[in-house]
């Protein structure tokens, strides 16, 4: 137990500065309730230090992930924090600030939305140290359950209202249904920990073909967290949710259960292994090898697809993080490989060090239209999200027009940024597992994906601005942290390009099977491909 | 460890579910028994008296959407919460006296709970800043 | 040396929006004549008929756990494209003076990054680092022809970038392939690393059928940049719509990438599959001759005659390469750089027109001869080198390639394995329709266009004013050529008649290259005895002697 505690000291930093924030939050003195960013900021570094300087290698088959999930989970949470300062409360406060009205506590959200957003990459950091599926349950569930808040009291509009209560239900949808897939593996195997589920089902492995409840129980734990990473088919919320709720909120939301996700699925498919006897035997086993492949390919499909339709630059970004999950579903698919420390054969680390590169790239594309407004169908202002909006946005605001235009070529993967070296170790995996159908899909779809990126450079960069009054800067002038957040992004996508922090990713990504090819030594199967004749 | 030794489900055949499903089946036809029971043999009436809320009492008076202060809420809210916690509380009392209090899980126990109170107050002292108990 | 071939365009692009609008296009003048002097320098230094193999070369990690390194190197055929490069530089530097007046900065910073990422595709010598440039080539074409492009610009730039980029990514996939092999299966390197020598050294043993996949695979990326027959649909249109100088750099070089791409690396990376897909990729080409050909006659407009035309002279280039033997290999690389010379100066010469008459149709104009003595002399000139006058640079590629074309198979060198290619005369007849049909639709241009009655656009006064809402763009432009204006063309006009009466330093530049090539090619050939794909018939050599055919 007191180990435990030790693994978790970047947790509880987080945690209590949640509660700290929750409180100062709610003080009638302003400058007090001002200090709730700067306690966020500080225990997020500081939980991003711990985490990378005390967190102890897991015993389960991915020793090093707890330490390089909850690093990134801080890192990009600071860079998020960035973006989400000013979004709570910001018409009241000025109120307030004017003397318009009282503060009253009860009005307030500010201390609630940060500690919410504490809560949820404390959530994140518990998500990369499962070991345990009840563990897991709760991490995801702390996870997601502050976003449905955040999502609810971003803005004062109905529309956000709408989109939290949507996204909590069919949030709620997901969580029942990997709940009972962890429920069924619970009765498949006879214990909830990561390293007996993954013995046990190595013994089943081993006197035939998986236990039919097992099998159940990991698809439908594969579909519920398909919820958090917006796969398809639960991805109908993404665009809703994306779109009611404000930018930074929605690049939260496109990151924080992202990753969640994924480390779950990491956790998850690490217990079932990926060596299916056959050839290409670094598969996962026989269902759920095939589940996972067409939830990747309709996930980058359907999300590159419906990207190109749409008009609104949130909807666009919201569908096109459905596809980016889809690629990095092609590095689990991929699996481990043969070769234990390269990284181009390994599609864990390929889909852990993408995680990094999404969530670097995703910000700066949200921190201008948090950074811009318009006037509304109802006359106020409101947050620009019209692609119209962007027009021209070059040559009247420079700089949130180069962010924009530098992360969308980013996410879109043109080399030599960010993007591309993201998408490298995903091609390099994906061809070394031999699935090379579900690589050119990928490739396919990364062109697809250039449509919408394109129009988005295109209309930032190359058109004439038009009427006055759309996606203006926002007017209270406020958020220098939020064009710093876009700054810090671009830095990030271009400094990376040169500089890579591979090495991580693919120390975070070593699977160790050595445990299991012991055992399969004695049914004859190679452990090494045969060369192709 | 031998598959064998783990005693679960997997060991048996999928086979043991049979009485799961039977349990099921059971509770379905309960229902459809005895919803089509009383729709086949009981007694239809309709009319004034058979509509009104109470069929057999007193006469409503007034309206039933009423408007309550939203206080009422928050405090049912705030009671269930600290209720629920509290009775957390009754089982770690009941275990504690048999930990073997030399030891240092004695300890950990103890740290355990303080946590929790922890919590607890964090949660009272939000309330209380939030104005939850506040009435005017 | 190498890195700041690519370095100084790139800096003086990173320079340029912070000069003052009069100065922008000396800053970029000066930033693309560096190169030219470097060039020049490397030019004395060393002897290019030998060129060092090492000591130009550099290499530096970049993405280390992906094998990808920062490795530059320059051979013969390198140097004659980078030269190329460089020259076409400062040209469309100097050529956009009078036509860029709005949005300067834009136009010379994204040229030049242009520049620099072109320098680099020829540079590379690892496959990852040599697709990023040509990747990257796409963005600043994308924005030169949707900024500074005419009306139907946004459509053409659209196109033009997503066709590109899709057919990269397959290529991509297939790169990453051969790097795959070369890393795990036995007797490649071991270890992934996208370096060019070591991934051909490994796809040699790769399996007819994979070698053939990844040469699709590969065409699909750069095919259409050449552009191959069904695959050139973007290039009228991206060509018609962009300003001049991006027309003269799309034509002089970015199609080059696509023929370079082919040689340097689809062939060396499948010979076997390359063998094999010869007779389709020359059909192909055929097809582009010769039906391009036909297309270009109809057209009206001037401009994207010339575009239609780099089709077809690109056929020419194609089937020279996959003639597979000497003649054809050197009439390839020459074509490449011919065709960037005289297309290019047409294009320039089409912008001085255009920028006068504001018109590209055939129609609105003719008889210029009359008007403007000096650009018709320099436009009959380059057309006469565009379609191969002898004398002239066009015709000697042009001969090579159909030489190659028609010596290549083995019936006519009598069953030796000598020349590779599985090409025949009949590929080398129908070449030839199409260098007719060239002469046919050039002539019909000049003819059209310079002589025979004057004709300008209604509106259009004795000279130099122009309709109400350009007028600021020519009214200081005489008649006839301006000095800057012939000071362009004079080079390469230079150029073409150099290379026309004494081309043999340069194919003695690239001679190494087109050895290596026709080698692997030879001794792949010798290892698949079995395999024939030819479609000529086939003569035995006994029956040299009384030719006939056999079904």
């Known amino acids: 137990m007191i180990e435990k505690i030790h693994a978790l000291w970047p947790e509880i930093t987080l945690f209590a500065a949640a509660c700290v924030v929750m409180v100062v939050g709610l003080s009638r003195n302003v400058q007090v309730r001002r200090l709730c960013v700067p306690v966020c900021f500080i225990a997020l570094v500081a939980a991003g230090v711990l985490a990378w300087f005390t967190t102890p290698m897991s015993a389960a088959a991915m020793a090093h992930l707890p330490q390089y999930g909850k690093t990134l989970a801080a890192f990009v949470g600071a860079l998020l924090l960035l973006l989400l300062v000013g979004t709570p409360d910001r018409e009241y406060e000025d109120d307030v600030a004017r003397g318009r009205a009282a503060f009253e506590p009860i009005r307030g959200t500010r201390g609630e939305f940060y500690a919410f957003y504490l809560f949820s990459i404390t959530g994140l950091m518990l998500c990369a140290g499962a070991d345990d599926l009840i563990w897991l349950f709760l991490a995801l569930e702390l996870t997601s359950l502050p976003t449905y808040i955040m999502v609810a009291i971003s803005t004062g509009r109905n529309r956000s209202m709408e989109a939290g209560v949507k996204y909590f239900f069919l949030g709620a949808l997901g969580a029942a249904t990997f709940l009972f897939g962890f429920a069924l593996i619970y009765g498949a195997t006879g214990s909830t920990k990561y390293t007996a589920i993954a013995e046990a089902l190595q013994a089943q492995y081993q006197a035939g073909p998986l236990n039919a409840i097992a099998v159940a129980g990991v698809v439908l734990a594969v579909l519920g967290i398909g919820f958090k990473i917006a796969a398809v088919p639960m991805h109908f919320y993404t665009a809703d949710v994306y779109q009611g709720a404000s930018a930074p909120v929605s690049a939260m939301l496109a990151f924080v259960p992202k990753a969640a996700g994924f480390f779950a699925l990491l956790g998850l498919l690490s217990c079932v292994g990926w060596f299916r006897a056959t050839e290409p035997n670094t598969s996962l086993p026989e269902p759920i090898h095939e589940v996972l492949w067409f939830m990747a390919v309709l996930t980058m499909t359907v999300g590159n697809v419906l990207a190109v339709m749409q008009n609104s630059v949130k909807r666009i970004l919201a569908y096109s993080s459905i596809a980016h999950s889809g690629y990095m579903l092609v590095g689990l698919i991929a699996g481990p490989g043969l070769q234990k420390d390269s990284f181009t054969h390994n599609g864990l680390a390929a889909v852990l060090f993408y995680l990094l590169v999404y969530g670097v790239s995703n910000i700066g594309a949200f921190a201008v239209l948090a950074c811009l407004e318009r006037r509304g169908r109802d006359g106020q202002m409101e947050e620009a999200d019209d692609i119209a909006d962007l027009r021209g946005l070059c040559s009247r605001r420079p700089l949130l027009g180069w962010i924009m235009v530098i992360s969308s070529l980013g996410l879109l993967g043109l080399p030599p940024l960010l993007g ?99 055992r399969s030594a004695e049914p004859a199967q190679p452990a090494v491909p045969k060369p192709e004749v | 460890m031998t598959p064998t030794m783990i005693p679960t489900l997997a060991n048996t055949d999928i086979a043991s579910y049979l009485l799961i499903l039977i349990l099921i089946g059971g509770a379905i036809s309960f229902a459809v028994i005895n919803l089509g029971a009383s729709y086949l043999l009981g007694p239809r009436r309709q009319g004034q008296t058979k509509g009104i809320t109470y069929e057999s009492g007193m006469n409503p008076v007034g309206t039933a959407r009423k408007r309550f202060n939203v206080r009422f809420y928050l405090i049912a809210m705030v009671f269930l919460v600290f209720d629920i916690e509290i009775i957390f509380l009754y089982p770690w009392a009941v275990t504690f006296s048999n930990v073997d209090h030399t030891m240092t899980d004695a300890l950990t126990w103890l740290g355990r709970i303080l946590f929790f109170i922890l919590t607890t107050i964090v949660a009272y002292v939000y309330g209380m800043r939030k104005g939850v108990f506040k009435f005017d | ?49 030998n060129p060092p193999s090492q000591t130009l070369a550099m290499s530096a990690d970049w993405y280390p756990d992906l094998g990808v390194n920062l490795r530059l190197n320059i051979d013969g055929l390198s140097f004659a494209l980078v030269a190329l490069t460089a020259l076409l530089g400062p040209i469309c530097v100097i050529g956009s003076f009078t036509a860029i007046k709005e949005r300067v900065r834009t136009y010379y910073g994204w040229l030049l990054v242009l520049q620099a990422a072109m320098t680099g595709v020829f540079l590379a010598r690892d496959a990852i680092l040599f697709y990023v440039f040509f990747e990257f080539t796409l963005v600043p074409m994308y924005v030169l022809i949707s900024l500074f492009g005419s009306t139907n610009r946004k459509a053409a730039a659209t196109k033009f970038f997503l066709y590109t980029f899709t057919g990269s990514i397959i290529a991509l996939a297939g790169i990453v392939y051969v790097a795959w092999w070369n890393a795990t299966q036995p007797g490649g390197f071991g270890a992934w690393t996208f370096e060019f020598n070591s991934l051909i050294a490994a796809s040699q043993k790769m399996p007819l059928e994979t070698q053939q996949w990844v040469f699709l695979a590969l065409l699909c990326g750069f095919a259409v940049k050449v552009p191959l027959f069904p695959l050139h649909t973007w ?7 962009a300003p001049t100088a991006g027309s003269v750099i799309l034509a002089g070089v970015l199609l080059k990438l696509g023929t370079y791409a082919i040689l340097v690396i689809a062939i060396p990376f499948a010979p076997q599959a390359a063998i094999t897909f010869a007779p389709l990729i020359a059909t192909l080409s055929l097809i582009g001759i010769v039906a391009i050909g036909l297309v270009c006659w109809v057209q009206t407009d001037v401009k994207k005659l010339v575009a239609y035309s780099s089709v077809s002279h690109l056929g020419f280039c194609m089937l020279g390469m996959f003639a597979f033997n000497h003649a054809g290999l050197q009439g390839s690389i020459l074509y490449m750089i011919n065709h960037g010379l005289s297309t290019g100066a047409l294009f320039l010469m089409i912008g001085m027109m255009y920028e006068r008459y504001h018109t590209r149709s055939m129609h609105e104009v003719g008889g210029l001869a009359a008007k403007m003595p000096i650009w018709a002399t320099f436009m009959v000139f380059f057309s006469m080198s565009s379609v191969g006058l002898p004398g002239l640079n066009g015709f000697i590629s042009e001969f090579l390639c159909v030489m190659g074309a028609f010596t290549a198979g083995d019936n006519w060198s009598a069953g030796r394995a000598a020349t590779a290619g599985s090409l025949g005369p009949t590929y080398a007849v129908i070449a030839g329709t199409g260098m007719i049909i060239a002469a046919i639709y050039i002539l019909y241009l000049v003819g059209k266009v310079c002589f025979g009655p004057l004709r300008e656009p209604a509106g259009h006064g004795h000279h130099g004013h122009g309709h109400g809402h350009d007028a600021h763009g020519d009214d200081h432009l005489p008649a006839d050529l301006t000095a800057r204006e012939i000071g362009i ?63």
């Not at chain 1, 090495?503 to 160790?512: D, E, M, T, V």
């Open chain 3, 235 to 241: 290039l009228p249109l991206a060509h018609t719509e």
């Open chain 1, 420 to 518: 591309f070296w993201g998408k490298m170790p995903l091609f390099t995996a994906g061809v070394s597992s031999g699935d090379y159908l579900l690589v050119v899909i990928l490739g396919l779809n990364s062109a697809i994906a250039a449509f919408y990126y394109l129009r988005l450079v295109g209309v930032t960069l190359l058109e004439a601005p038009d009427a006055p009054g759309r996606g203006v800067p926002v007017q209270p002038g406020p958020f220098p942290t939020r064009v710093l957040a876009g700054v810090a992004s671009v830095a990030g996508i271009i400094m990376l390009s040169f500089i890579p922090l591979t090495n991580q990713a693919q120390r975070a990504g070593i699977y160790n099977r050595d445990p299991i090819i012991k």
């Open chain 3, 489 to 551: 063309l004079v080079p390469l006009a230079v150029l073409c008649v150099a290379l026309g009466f004494y081309p043999k330093p340069l194919m003695q530049v690239v001679e190494p290259t087109v050895r290596d090539t026709a080698r692997l090619i030879q001794d792949t050939r010798a290892k698949m005895p079995e395999y024939d794909l030819s479609p000529m018939p086939r003569v035995t050599p006994k029956a040299a002697s009384a030719p006939e055919a056999r079904p």
């Open chain 3, 1 to 49: 040396m190498l890195l700041a071939l690519i370095l100084i365009p790139l800096i003086t692009a990173a320079l340029v929006p912070l000069a003052s609008r009069r100065h922008v296009r000396w800053v970029a003048l000066l930033g693309t004549l560096a190169p030219v002097g470097l060039v020049i320098t490397l030019l004395a230094q060393y002897d290019w008929t």
